[in-house]
């Protein structure tokens, strides 16, 4: 290998690691009362339009593009009390360090993920954990998710206990 193809493979690598991002951030910074429920802000950085998101091993079903967007935050994407708003008033999604294989204009990723999510009515919060199984395709505009598959570990919900002051003569937030 060239040290060009090394540094191409290297570029492609940090790319298709920061987009893993995206999908935490389209979901975070489109939280259920922010009024702006618009994922795709984020998301039409990272998938293909015609991209398929398998949510099947969590109990989902295979989703396009357009109707996952509008599952997690409702039809027309109005967020507030739909798609996840309508369980959920806060959300955290971490996506892990991705390892990634490289072949030619296709590449495969997988990534670690724990996405916390706040109840409504503040008495409980879920952990969702597993991994994204990724196959990405090089466009135009860069690296894009064709083909995303969740591979679900668990879901666990846990109440809402006080907060233990973190350093003495200091209460919590």
């Not at 990634?100 to 993920?113: K, Y």
């Amino acid at each position: 290998m060239s040290d060009t193809d090394r540094i191409q493979y290297l570029l492609d690598r940090l790319e298709i690691q920061d987009k893993v991002a995206l999908y935490g951030l389209g979901q975070d910074l489109h939280q259920a009362d922010s009024e702006d429920g618009n994922v795709l802000a984020q998301w039409g950085q990272l998938f293909t339009p015609d991209a398929v998101i398998d949510a099947t091993d969590a109990g989902g079903q295979i989703f396009n593009l357009g109707d996952y967007a509008e599952l997690m935050r409702g039809k027309d994407l109005v967020g507030g009390k739909e798609g996840l708003g309508f369980s959920f008033n806060a959300w955290q999604h971490i996506e892990g360090h991705a390892t990634v294989t490289i072949d030619g204009d296709t590449a495969h990723s997988m990534a670690p993920h724990w996405h916390t999510h706040m109840s409504r009515d503040g008495k409980t919060n879920t952990h969702a954990v597993g991994y994204w199984h990724d196959d990405w395709v090089r466009t135009s505009e860069g690296w894009r998710i064709r083909l995303r598959r969740i591979e679900h570990l668990y879901f666990q919900t846990f109440p809402v206990v006080d907060t233990p002051p973190m350093i003495a003569g200091i209460d919590p937030i």
